[in-house]
């Protein structure tokens, strides 16, 4: 079966799903596209020369006969009412982070998908896909380095626009730390604190940069992650995990080391696309195999909600400058 996919929001990460089914990935097709900037669907069209029809809005795309299920792939605060639409036509629905722009509108795509009674939804946490966080992932599970007792992370961009504000440090680029902490160790958050070390002199008035995230989690595991996104040297995740009997660090991604002029050196990426590439084509593959099944796996609308409630708290111990407790209501059997 050729699994029929529209998609919604043809920006930066939408164009890059699009090709990647059409042209590295096997068993979907792009079969319809929208996007608010009718010019931007276009465009993507007809760069990668897909059969598909550009639909006025995301809601008839969602109700076409001839698509089969719909990747969300527009802004943010856009999600939660593409994702309800396509609950609502029963279709399956991959939506990129975050599921939903705050917790409320997460918790309506859980009721929403518990009320329908089937797993519709995959939520793009693409970095449990990825080769390096895996190898952390089995360590750990397997007990290589006793319990994890404390996480010293980064997540670094080289620059972001002048749209990006103080709150999306957390909404926007925190949330895959917030999903890959609580999949990596098996565990949910406690307690939340912000702290703004100096600011560097990249920033613009509306964001403070660099920032300081400390969780607690339930099982008492410490963590800071530094969020740095005018770093300028390059795009850089780095997680490193403190157990009992020893230290995981996430690996680089693999690069050349080059021996000229007197210097001995690794490139940095630049770009996030690039960091990830592997791990958006295994998690977007399963996708498409899961809907040829009629069963999806992958992060779930639950996974989508605990980053969102976590993120909520981190928002607001931005301004409050206190500890702020994390308050995660019981999992659902329906997502166990
Ligand atoms: N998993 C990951 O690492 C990444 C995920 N993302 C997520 O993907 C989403 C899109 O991000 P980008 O592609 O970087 O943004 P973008 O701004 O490049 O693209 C978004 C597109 O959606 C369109 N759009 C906005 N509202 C719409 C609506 N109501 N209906 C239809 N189209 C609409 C815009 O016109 C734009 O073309 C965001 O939620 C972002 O957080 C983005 C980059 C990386
Ligand atoms: O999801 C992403 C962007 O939206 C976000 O803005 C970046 O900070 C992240 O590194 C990238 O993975």
Known sequence: MTVRIGVIGTGMIGED??????????????????????DQARAVVDRLNLDAQIYDNGHDLIKADNVDAVLVTSWGPTHEEYVLSALAAGKYVFCEKPLAHTADGCKRIV?????????????????????????????????????????????????????YITPMAIYDTLIHELDVFRWLLDDDFKTAQVVFPRKSRYSHSQLADPQIVLLETVKGVRIDVEIFVNCQYG??????????EGVINLPEPESLLMRKQAQLS??????????????????????????????ITGPTSWDGYAAAVASDVCVLAQTSGQIEPIEMPEQPAFYR
């Open 235 to 244: 795009y850089d995740i780095q997680c490193s995990v403190v157990g009992e």
């Open 111 to 163: 009721d929403a998908e518990v009320a329908g009674g089937k797993r519709l939804v995959q939520v793009g946490f693409m970095r449990r896909y990825d080769s390096g966080y895996l190898l952390l992932k089995n360590a750990i599970d397997k007990g290589q380095i006793g319990e994890a007792l404390m996480l010293h992370c980064a997540h670094r961009n080289p620059s972001v626009p002048e749209s």
């Open 17 to 38: 799903h699009a090709k990647r089914i059409s042209q590295t990935l096997t068993g979907g097709k792009i079969v319809a596209v929208t996007d608010v900037n009718p």
């Open 266 to 295: 690794n490139a940095i990426l630049m770009d996030w696309k690039k960091r990830f590439v592997a791990a958006f084509d295994v998690e977007l593959q399963m996708f498409i195999d899961g809907v040829a099944k009629d069963s």
